[in-house]
């Protein structure tokens, strides 16, 4: 789905087929995420699940720079038919990605999920997810993390950064390079220094540091700093909220699957991964609304409070918990 969107989007030249491509890409990475996160719990003991989990988001962000590097140098406005180009690459890329997964994970554990749950007749629904208490108060600390932190970096950072800040599209870039290089850099160091570290605090510090990421993105536009003082407040705020990013990976995945029974492990999965998207369709419009009104400044005071909310929701989940979730195992 994601190859042939891709594809579709390198071979349109209209706007009907473009937001076909479009849609058919997103149909697919709604199912990719909740689909790879159930692949490595059946493949992994639940003792090494955290750090597969952080590993894979190092190298999702590694493919993410080394992506962005390649496309800043190939694509060009004067240029349309590089943007063709790299389309093509990336729909032809994708579809190899569909052949190792279809060939090569073929007797992989977890390829063909459910087969030894339907002989038992276990059988099970969202309902019963949603009866999972403690999943629920997890959801809720994710979605507010999706609405207050990554929903705020995609676009409105940028946006208030250009805007209020003063600060140029290079600075946005540089920002950005600075904040994959991070995750990087200290993923697995993050994880392996808190793997015995309650989960649920684990949340809590990635609320906290993002948190000081929006606090920094605020001083560093106040008014009487400019250039290039600025430009490298931005740069270290979105460092920071790098950082915070390696405190979430290895529970983003681990706890859905340590609360999930194995018959019903792709509907929490879906669940947890539906709280991105969902924070996205949330997250833009209010800062929209806060960037837009009398006041922009106000934009970081909200999210910083958002933050810290979440920190605090994040710490109370940990007394709904089941010790086997809040614990990583030995």
Known sequence: MQGGGTGLLALAGSPGPAAVGVALNLIGNSAVWPSLNGLVAEQVPPERRSRAYALRFGLLNAGIGVGGLLSGWLVSIERPASFHLVYGIDATTTAAFALL??????RAPGYLPGERHQEAGLRGGYREVLRDRAFVGYLLVALALGVFGYAQLNGPWASFVTSVGGSTTQVVGFAFAANTAAI???Q???????RR???SRLLAATALVWALGWMLTGLAALPGLHGVVAGVGFVI???VFGVGETFYSPVGG??????APPHLRARY???ASATWPLGGFIGPPLAGVLLGGGVPTSWV???VMGMLGTAAAALLLGRRLPAHVERPPA
Request: net charge positive.
């Open 101 to 106: 997964v279809l060939i090569g994970l073929r």
């Open 197 to 199: 570290v309650r989960r």
């Open 254 to 259: 681990g706890v859905p699957n340590a609360l």
């Open 269 to 271: 999965n879906a669940l």
């Open 301 to 303: 005071v909200v999210i």
């Open 237 to 239: 705020a979105l460092t």
């Open 184 to 186: 990087v850099l200290v």
């Open 188 to 194: 697995l160091t993050v994880e392996r220094v808190t």
